[in-house]
């Protein structure tokens, strides 16, 4: 299963600046990058702005709509109608799949202010220690990933040792 992982940064840009390293750790097979998107609320805007990467390899319909669904949840994006209600629903219980539940949703909607940037990344498979060395000169905190409780601790610790 993939690794849903939310990285906060205290910018507008980190996220985008970040995910240019992912890139090249996807292509130096340091990491599977399956899917991400970008959060963006720059100063004095009211709402953020999400951006799906689209440029990768096998990226279809469905992970559109998961990043759709996502953002919506969290950051209200309107739906309308009864069959929105109901799609919403059934998708809903897709995203338990991957570890995304209402706990999830309400830390990512609280963390994520005007002022800062969030990079949501799908991976698998990755070299851990290489991904931790490069990714280490960004600052950024993990606000949410849906990796047990141990596993989550332990990539915590990983990345805040000095």
Do not use: C
């Not at 950051?75 to 069959?83: C, H, I, R, V």
Request: no cysteine; aromatic share 8%; proline share 2%.
């Amino acid at each position: 299963m993939a690794t849903v992982t939310v990285l906060k940064f205290d910018t507008s840009d980190g996220a985008a600046q970040a995910l240019r390293q992912v890139h090249s750790l996807h292509k130096e097979h340091l990491l599977k990058l399956h899917d991400a998107a970008i959060v963006t609320w720059p100063q004095g805007k009211k709402s953020p702005r999400t951006k799906q990467v689209v440029d990768l390899v096998g990226i279809g319909a469905v992970s559109g709509m998961f990043w759709g669904l996502l953002f919506g949840l969290i950051f209200f994006t309107p739906l309308f109608g009864l069959a929105a209600g109901a799609a919403l629903g059934a998708l809903g219980g897709a995203l338990k799949d991957y570890g995304i539940n209402d706990e999830f949703i309400a830390r990512v909607r609280s963390e994520v202010t005007e002022g800062t940037s969030a990079l949501f990344l799908m991976t698998s498979d990755a070299v851990t220690d290489r991904v931790v060395e490069a990714m280490k000169q960004f600052k950024f905190e993990i606000i949410a990933t849906n990796l047990s409780n141990e596993q989550e601790q332990k990539l915590r610790e990983a990345f805040a040792q000095e």
